[in-house]
């Protein structure tokens, strides 16, 4: 008898569960529209593959600390005249923070998009007979199988256990479904330690208590679980190891599990990192994660450069004419250094050279060369963006973050890098209240944008956020036509300012979330509060915001900016640079002397290299290599020229003075790893 | 009764016998016919290193595990010896201490000092009680080298004292896309790459006027006799510079992954941490011997006993752990005569990606790296001078020629009769003709003599056996079990430690690097409640959080200090009480409950 009631009360929960579940009205639904689970991606890729055997070639490039193959999809055409390992090459990277659904289905849509333009569309017919795209539609398998888990629990790390609280053991104390909903949520519980207040104005939401207001905090926070090696804490422990889009070696927070013990301490991020530094033709990146860098161009942190005043070793500042007991502004020390003309001409000194060469540290910001093609393409990204009805973007798009994935390809691989984010929670009418300015605003505009404010709009924002009275609008502008402060840092200068988010915070700042849910999600974005006896707490409540709602949109509402991103990805890898050869000339000079002349030029949009790219020694220059022969002989010009860069649409010259037979030929080959190759002939008559 | 006796009179005997004999030859070996005999007056290639690590192995089984923890990039065997007393426990109950040397290829006289130090332990265990004391609590973690491929390519290849810094994978170190396509050629084919000169009145050298092996630095309205052409070689690429990539060119040094920058910032990093096999090697091997406590790195040259921070951006070591390092290091000042006990970044240069940081900083591990011997020749011959060259040498430029200064060549033709020493000889080179080559040999610079080495080794194995020394030794001290009124166990337990290091470190106390020490009761009993006692004279303890039958110590006993805890625990019978630290050692002892 008691069985029986057993088994139907167990029927009665698997039905509601069922029922219940919002992850199968948002992403799981039965139809086409769903997400890929780590499984069905292999699935897609192997038919793809299969599908178009002559053009593409799919890999594994390692594994996951879980086992999960980690996939690559080379697709390049015309394998028999050129290797396309040799190419210049595009890297697609999706969803290294293993929540970013969205990042995947982007990546194999535009992998799907260019096999089968090839052979239709003459630009990517002609672009994948010499060169290549590189697409990892999934480098954290591990943490993107949390979303196709029961109970589903948000998780950004790999399947490496690690030992929260440092007792000795992993994982000991995870999560569990104690409603039974499928859904790892919160509990709140009463306590006299609490920091939390149920909101005033929207019950189902938490809000801290502000001591300042006389508030006091009624409830404490918790994951929904269990207390399961009864030390008192709950879920202080569970699975979920290290996030991948924090390992890799650019501004690495060392002493955060989550970013893992060291750099590179992933298997995920070490295939990825021996494939690009085994692929050295790689020219440039896309990305999709949470990260949108041509929306928000914050860098991982502040710059350490132009700030300190340092001292100079005396060693170097007998070169440059300085006290060695004094100490100077960076860019004090690179006026000394133009002066002192210890660094070639050609070498564009400012205070990141400084920094190097005094050994300062990294870069942290980026160039300023290289942030002037950022705020070019971030115009048109916007514009297009505005066009789609996609602008809606633009507020919580975040920067690059530390150890991150993207700035890694700037700083050290020193190759043009474009994230894109995808997709955001929109915002309601409701939630939109304030039509002024907003650090937040301010942090997504270019300088450009932001003078375009004019100085009007500028001072009520400086007067809102409660500048110091010597900042007028004034200062500010002259300062950002200058280049001494960006957008970016004024937004960050304002955010550090106390008391100015009490003015911004009235409302919950989780609000827009919930709006979100009520309105478009029809309310399935939600878990009402509801009692649970909590065997190590007692009577606690266990509700609130459905794993995944800020990160995964159902498909439908993914659809537009899906479409409009693989549209600006391949636009994006049109303006890759192109070299070729102009022009040639060879004059007779007499006595079988001869003077060859040829005009190398850059078709492309973007440089040859990134000003990154030169300082961090990670670029190739252009070499052009004179071939004489036997019988020839080099009078004048170097055997070989080296050529940093060539902006988009630039040519140089180069000359050589040849001693040859008449009628013979002048073999010169120009050659840099991430740039196509040119061959030229000159025929000395 | 009998037979015990003379068992024991037996053994005594052994013993007797051994420590008698073995006086004579205590500075090598303990022992007057070692099973093995190694000699420390040359420079073992990894063949012969192999060999004799093997012959070691054979003769001394109980002591001694000899494992390969990977392959170089070539496919050598990277050889690490384990030794560990078993009769006296497990090697992961003991602090452990390791040793490295020769990890850049050129430096190689680290692997002699570290076979030595194996070498040492060995042949004295059971005949000099220091070496039995470090060996009943202790084990030693040795990797005599763990760049073979680049010992090898210095010890048999033509190269100068400066290369193979790094590994030998190919590394593109021009960026023009080809891989170590034009490095210096042994063009003499003398084994060795020293320097090209050629005549020329218009050159800025000329020959000393004390010897004509020297060359030095015209001065000002002087007539020259050379253009100085720099190292051995040609323009194998043909694309105008000469020796521009040579053989790999990065430094597994600055390679591991604690304060690791890119190229750009740190020469010679390598693309991302542990990107290499042996800096790999090295790093796994350490990681899964949790219970290494006590670290040391060999390096040449400049007498120096390093620790961290390899930079500025670290900060100061936190203060109870410098005491630590300054304590063994001022000692270490003692026992190598001239070497400077001092700090990275402050007092040498900069250095990110070190192993000494990526040891101390992440897991907690004192390490010292030792930058070993000096110039050959220091010392040796002021008296060889003119007064006309004194007064010369005071404008410090003449004391620099680019093959050698006047003391060092002297040194050399004197002291070395020649061996080490190329004098410049004629050569016809393809593109500079008639050029004159000569200089110093690669063994004539940064390594011993080989009258030198034994004492490098000796010195160098004595601080690190110092150190181990001072790695944590905790003691049970004063245990009082007092029955409490309601029936419970009130045990208070005193941890002591004699030695100067803690049994965490201050850092990973502070950083929680690795699980902290454990209190743990075993058999019928349960911890009701536990703490540790602040002031015994009151009685106060400050409580800790208990599990059933164990609790954590978050900071470890400090070094040349005790902590005394107090449990109340509920349980009957005999009881095992058990102090179990992850570097610091084990200690298990029983009490009964009544």
């Known amino acids: 008898m008691s069985k029986l009631k057993l088994i139907s009360v167990v029927s009665m929960l698997i039905i509601l569960t069922v029922l219940i579940i919002p992850g199968s009205l948002i992403g799981q639904?039965?139809?086409?529209?769903?997400?890929?689970?780590?499984?069905?991606?292999?699935?897609?890729?192997?038919?793809?593959?299969?599908?178009?055997?002559?053009?593409?070639?799919?890999?594994?490039?390692?594994?996951?600390?879980?086992?999960?193959?980690?996939?690559?999809?080379?697709?390049?055409?015309?394998?028999?005249?050129?290797?396309?390992?040799?190419?210049?090459?595009?890297?697609?990277?999706?969803?290294?923070?293993?929540?970013?659904?969205?990042?995947?289905?982007?990546?194999?849509?535009?992998?799907?998009?260019?096999?089968?333009?090839?052979?239709?569309?003459?630009?990517?017919?002609?672009?994948?007979?010499?060169?290549?795209?590189?697409?990892?539609?999934?480098?954290?398998?591990?943490?993107?199988?949390?979303?196709?888990?029961?109970?589903?629990?948000?998780?950004?790390?790999?399947?490496?256990?690690?030992?929260?609280?440092?007792?000795?053991?992993?994982?000991?104390?995870?999560?569990?479904?104690?409603?039974g909903n499928g859904l790892i949520t919160l509990m709140r519980v009463k306590s006299p330690e609490g920091r939390w207040l149920i909101d005033p104005e929207e019950p189902r939401l938490m809000r801290r208590a502000d001591p300042k207001k006389g508030e006091r905090g009624e409830y404490l926070l918790y994951s929904e679980g269990y207390d399961n090696d009864a030390d008192g804490e709950i879920n202080e422990d569970g699975p979920g190891g290290v996030e991948i889009n924090r390992n890799f070696p650019h501004d690495f927070e060392y002493y955060n599990q989550r970013a893992g013990l060291y750099p590179a301490s992933e298997p995920e991020t070490q295939a990825l990192l021996r494939f690009m530094f085994g692929h050295n033709h790689?020219?440039?990146?896309?990305?999709?994660?949470?990260?949108?860098?041509?929306?928000?161009?914050?860098?991982?942190?502040?710059?350490?450069?132009g700030t300190d005043r340092v001292r100079v070793s005396s060693r170097y500042a007998t070169f440059l004419g300085l006290e060695p007991e004094a100490e100077y502004s960076l860019k004090e020390i690179a006026e000394a250094m133009k002066s002192s003309g210890m660094v070639g001409a050609e070498v564009e000194i400012d205070e990141n050279l400084v920094a190097t060469f005094l050994g300062l540290g990294p870069a942290m910001n980026l160039d300023r060369s290289d942030q002037s093609i950022y705020e070019e393409l971030q115009k048109e990204y916007k514009n297009g963006l505005k066009e789609a009805g996609l602008d809606y973007l633009e507020k919580r798009a975040r920067g690059v973050g530390q150890g991150s994935f993207p700035a890694f390809c700037y700083y050290q691989y020193g190759v043009p890098v474009f994230s894109f984010d995808l997709w955001q929670v929109p915002e309601t009418k409701k939630s939109e209240k304030r039509e002024g300015l907003t650090p937040d605003r301010i942090k997504s505009m270019s300088s450009e944008e932001f003078l375009t404010l004019g100085e009007e709009k500028i001072a009520v924002f400086l007067k809102e956020q409660g500048a110091p009275s010597n900042l007028n609008a004034g200062r500010l502008i002259k300062m950002v036509e200058s280049g001494q402060l960006t957008p970016v840092r004024i937004?960050?200068?304002?955010?550090?300012?106390?008391?100015?988010?009490?003015?911004?915070?009235?409302?919950?700042?989780?609000?827009?979330?919930?709006?979100?849910?009520?309105?478009?999600?029809?309310g399935q974005g939600f878990v009402d509060w509801k009692i649970f006896n909590h065997p190590d707490l007692g009577q606690v409540e266990i509700g609130g915001f459905v794993p995944y709602l800020k990160h995964v949109p159902p498909m439908d509402q993914l659809q537009d900016s899906l479409k409009f991103h693989i549209q600006f990805s391949q636009k994006l890898m049109q303006r890759w640079p192109v070299?070729?050869?102009?022009?040639?000339?060879?004059?007779?000079?007499?006595?079988?002397?001869?003077?060859?002349?040829?005009?190398?030029?850059?078709?492309?949009?973007?440089?040859?290299?990134?000003?990154?790219?030169?300082?961090?020694?990670?670029?190739?220059?252009?070499?052009?290599?004179?071939?004489?022969?036997?019988?020839?002989?080099?009078?004048?010009?170097?055997?070989?020229?080296?050529?940093?860069?060539?902006?988009?649409?630039?040519?140089?010259?180069?000359?050589?003075?040849?001693?040859?037979?008449?009628?013979?030929?002048?073999?010169?080959?120009?050659?840099?790893?991430r740039i196509n190759p040119v061959d030229v002939t000159i025929k000395l008559d | 009764m009998n037979k015990t006796i003379k068992i024991i009179i037996c053994l005594a005997c052994i013993l007797l016998s051994a420590t008698s004999s073995g006086l004579v030859l205590m500075a090598q070996s303990g022992q007057d016919r070692p099973a093995v005999k190694l000699t420390f007056d040359h420079f073992y290639d990894h063949a012969e290193l192999t060999s004799a690590l093997k012959q070691l192995q054979t003769a001394y089984p109980e002591l001694m595990e000899l494992v390969s923890i990977g392959k170089s990039y070539q496919g050598r065997d990277i050889w690490a010896v384990i030794i560990n007393n078993k009769k006296t426990g497990p090697a992961e109950k003991k602090p452990g201490f390791y040793i490295d040397g020769n990890i850049h290829g050129n430096e190689i006289q680290g692997t002699e000092v570290a076979l030595y130090t194996i070498y040492y332990l060995l042949t004295n265990s059971g005949h000099l009680e220091a070496i039995d004391r470090l060996?009943?609590?202790?084990?030693?973690?040795?990797?005599?080298?763990?760049n073979p491929d680049s010992r090898d390519y210095f010890l048999h290849l033509a190269t100068d004292s400066n290369s193979p810094r790094g590994g030998l994978a190919p590394y593109d170190d021009d960026r023009d896309g080809q891989l170590d396509e034009d490095g210096p050629d042994d063009l003499d084919k003398d084994g060795n790459i020293t320097y090209m000169r050629k005549r020329d009145p218009r050159g800025n050298y000329r020959?000393?006027?004390?010897?004509?092996?020297?060359?030095?630095?015209?001065?000002?309205?002087?007539?020259?006799?050379?253009?100085?052409?720099?190292?051995?070689?040609?323009?194998?690429?043909?694309?105008?510079?000469?020796?521009?990539?040579?053989?790999?060119?990065?430094?597994?040094?600055?390679?591991?992954?604690?304060?690791?920058?890119?190229?750009?910032?740190?020469?010679?990093?390598g693309p991302y941490p542990f990107a290499w096999p042996e800096?790999?090697?090295?790093?796994?091997?350490?990681?899964?011997?949790?219970?290494?406590?006590?670290?040391?790195?060999?390096?040449?040259?400049?007498g120096m006993i390093l620790r961290g921070p390899g930079a500025r951006n670290l900060g100061d070591t936190l203060p109870p752990d410098r005491q630590v390092y300054d304590f063994i290091g001022k000692k270490g000042e003692m026992i190598l005569p001239g070497y400077r006990y001092i700090v990275i970044y402050k007092d040498m240069y900069t250095v990110y990606g070190g192993s000494v940081d990526f040891f101390y900083n992440l897991l907690g591990i004192f390490t010292f790296s030792n930058e070993l011997d000096f110039d050959q020749y220091v010392g040796t011959i002021r008296a060889g001078r003119t007064r006309a060259s004194e007064e010369e040498d005071s404008s410090a430029r003449r004391r620099f020629g680019p093959v050698g200064n006047l003391e060092e060549i002297i040194y050399h033709q004197l002291v070395l009769m020649g061996e080490q020493l190329v004098e410049w000889k004629p050569y016809k080179h393809p593109l500079y003709g008639d050029i004159e080559i000569g200089g110093v040999k690669k063994m004539g610079r940064r390594v011993p003599a080989s009258f030198q080495l034994p004492e490098t080794c000796h010195r160098n194995a004595a601080f690190c056996l110092y150190h181990a020394d001072q790695l944590p030794r905790l003691n049970l001290e004063e245990i009082k079990v007092k029955r409490l009124d309601s029936g419970l166990f009130q045990i208070d337990v005193r941890i002591g430690n004699s030695q100067v290091t803690p049994s965490i470190s201050a850092l990973a106390a502070q950083?929680?690097?690795?699980?902290?020490?454990?209190?743990?009761?075993?058999?019928?009993?349960?911890?009701?409640?536990?703490?540790?006692?602040?002031?015994?004279?009151?009685?106060?303890?400050?409580?800790?959080?208990?599990?059933?039958?164990?609790?954590?110590?978050?900071?470890?006993?400090?070094?040349?200090?005790?902590?005394?805890?107090?449990?109340?625990?509920?349980?009957?019978?005999?009881?095992?009480?058990?102090?179990?630290?992850?570097?610091?050692?084990?200690?298990?002892?029983?009490i009964s409950l009544k």
């Open chain 1, 29 to 179: 639904s039965m139809s086409d529209n769903q997400y890929q689970s780590p499984a069905a991606v292999t699935e897609t890729l192997k038919k793809m593959a299969g599908k178009y055997t002559d053009i593409c070639e799919l890999s594994s490039i390692g594994r996951s600390y879980g086992g999960l193959d980690i996939y690559l999809l080379e697709i390049a055409a015309g394998r028999n005249n050129s290797k396309p390992g040799e190419r210049p090459a595009v890297l697609v990277v999706a969803n290294s923070e293993g929540f970013h659904l969205a990042g995947t289905e982007a990546a194999l849509n535009l992998a799907s998009t260019i096999l089968s333009a090839y052979g239709k569309d003459n630009y990517w017919t002609a672009f994948l007979n010499d060169r290549a795209v590189y697409i990892i539609p999934l480098l954290n398998p591990d943490a993107a199988s949390a979303y196709f888990s029961t109970p589903r629990q948000e998780r950004a790390g790999n399947g490496r256990p690690l030992d929260e609280d440092n007792d000795g053991q992993v994982d000991e104390d995870g999560p569990e479904d104690l409603d």
């Open chain 1, 282 to 305: 790689l020219a440039g990146i896309i990305n999709f994660s949470t990260e949108n860098n041509l929306l928000n161009m914050q860098q991982t942190g502040r710059a350490r450069a």
């Open chain 1, 491 to 522: 937004a960050e200068m304002m955010a550090k300012r106390p008391g100015v988010s009490a003015g911004q915070e009235k409302e919950n700042p989780e609000a827009y979330l919930l709006d979100y849910s009520d309105t478009v999600l029809k």
């Open chain 1, 579 to 673: 070299l070729s050869v102009k022009e040639t000339k060879a004059e007779n000079l007499g006595a079988g002397l001869y003077r060859v002349t040829i005009y190398l030029q850059n078709e492309g949009w973007l440089p040859t290299s990134l000003a990154q790219g030169r300082r961090s020694l990670a670029a190739y220059p252009i070499r052009a290599s004179l071939k004489l022969s036997e019988q020839q002989k080099l009078f004048a010009g170097r055997p070989v020229e080296m050529i940093p860069v060539l902006q988009g649409g630039e040519s140089k010259k180069l000359e050589w003075t040849v001693q040859a037979k008449k009628g013979s030929n002048l073999k010169v080959i120009v050659r840099s790893n």
């Open chain 2, 135 to 146: 060996l009943f609590d202790r084990v030693f973690y040795i990797v005599p080298t763990m």
């Open chain 2, 207 to 269: 020959s000393s006027a004390d010897n004509p092996m020297v060359m030095e630095p015209c001065l000002p309205g002087e007539k020259g006799e050379f253009i100085f052409l720099g190292s051995e070689g040609l323009d194998n690429d043909g694309d105008g510079l000469i020796n521009e990539d040579g053989p790999g060119g990065y430094d597994m040094n600055r390679n591991f992954g604690f304060n690791w920058q890119p190229n750009y910032v740190q020469r010679g990093s």
């Open chain 2, 279 to 302: 800096t790999r090697a090295i790093r796994d091997f350490i990681m899964k011997h949790p219970n290494i406590m006590g670290a040391q790195t060999f390096h040449n040259y400049g």
């Open chain 2, 511 to 590: 950083k929680k690097l690795h699980r902290p020490d454990i209190l743990r009761v075993q058999g019928k009993a349960k911890i009701i409640t536990a703490g540790v006692m602040t002031d015994r004279f009151r009685e106060l303890t400050e409580p800790v959080k208990v599990r059933e039958d164990y609790f954590l110590v978050q900071n470890g006993i400090p070094g040349f200090g005790y902590v005394d805890f107090r449990l109340v625990v509920d349980g009957s019978g005999e009881i095992n009480l058990i102090y179990d630290s992850l570097k610091g050692g084990y200690l298990e002892k029983k």
